[in-house]
């Protein structure tokens, strides 16, 4: 299995696909790793090679002592870019991954083709309920937070319908290393992008979940009118949109994608 060797940090990442496509990288969401896009590999990998990789302090990437930081985590992405030879290519990122996103778009948009920001956030709060959050998984271990995460992740119809999928989505969470899970989750608690969407120069699309209580719809659609030039899509579901609603997921960002 591959490995890029960072400066500061080792990170696990997957290439796959025909090199004559442009490239499409996925940034996942906090708790997870990249086997959440699973659901969109077949559909994107017709038109583009796919570049996923594991956040610092997730999956099989290095977890160095944290508090981590949005600029690490973008940089994490630039570095990875420099390191496979890949000058522009386009985003996803969801959650955790859409801040990373953000944060690309201002300060690198000559690297990126387009963006897509799904289910995040420019400012996530109240920081109290992250340092809550910090806690309970410093002293009962991810458990002491899976099942109320899962919750939110996913709506109960979702999970009553599919419980083997949300039984493997709530062991991914189980399974996160819970030091690279705090330190990320600081970076998550103190990223406050609302003064940089403005300098997002890149094409951007947004996209919601209706029952999404972390990024709701109204927060979607505040991100996409600060963009410029954004637009806004929002889907059946709640904050795992990709996984909960994969086949219009798939369509609509395909769609932005292509166009």
Same mark, same amino acid.
């Given at each position: 299995m591959p490995f890029a060797d960072l400066p500061d940090v080792k990170i696990h990442?997957? *290439?796959?696909?025909?090199?004559?496509?442009?490239?499409?990288l996925f940034s996942n969401s906090l708790g997870t790793n *990249? &086997?959440?896009?699973?659901?969109q590999l077949e559909t994107f990998a017709r038109y583009f090679r796919i570049l996923r990789y594991d956040t610092r302090g997730h999956g099989q990437s290095d977890a160095p002592p944290g508090p981590y930081n949005v600029e =690490? !985590?973008?940089?994490? %992405?630039?570095?990875? !870019?420099? $390191? !496979?030879q890949l000058d522009h290519v386009?985003?996803?990122?969801? &959650?955790?991954g859409g801040t990373t996103g953000m944060f690309l778009g201002a300060n690198a948009p000559k690297r990126f083709q387009k963006l897509v920001l799904c289910n #995040?956030?420019?400012?996530?709060?109240?920081?109290?309920?992250?340092?809550?959050?910090?806690?309970? %998984?410093? &002293?009962?271990?991810?458990?002491? $937070?899976?099942? #109320? $995460?899962?919750?939110?992740w996913l709506t109960p119809e979702y999970r009553s319908?599919?419980?083997e999928e949300a039984q493997s989505v *709530?062991?991914?969470l189980e399974s996160a290393n819970p030091e690279g899970y705090v330190a990320c989750c600081a970076a998550v608690r103190d990223a406050d992008m609302q003064n940089q969407l403005k300098n997002i120069s890149v094409p951007s699309l947004v996209v919601a979940g209706t029952f999404d209580p972390a990024a709701t719809p109204a927060v979607g659609q505040e991100l996409a009118h600060a963009i410029p030039g954004a637009s806004y899509v929002e889907l059946p579901a709640s904050h795992l949109s990709n996984m909960e609603?994969?086949?219009?997921?798939?369509? =609509? $960002? !395909?769609?932005?994608l292509l166009t």
């Open positions: 990442y997957e *290439l796959a696909g025909a090199e004559s496509f442009p490239v499409l *990249l &086997s959440m896009w699973d659901g =690490q !985590l973008s940089g994490d %992405v630039l570095r990875l !870019l420099d $390191v !496979l386009y985003f996803c990122g969801l &959650s955790m #995040t956030a420019a400012k996530f709060g109240p920081a109290d309920a992250w340092s809550t959050r910090i806690e309970k %998984v410093k &002293s009962g271990g991810m458990k002491a $937070v899976a099942g #109320t $995460v899962l919750e939110r319908a599919h419980p *709530l062991a991914m609603a994969p086949d219009e997921f798939n369509r =609509q $960002v !395909l769609r932005f």
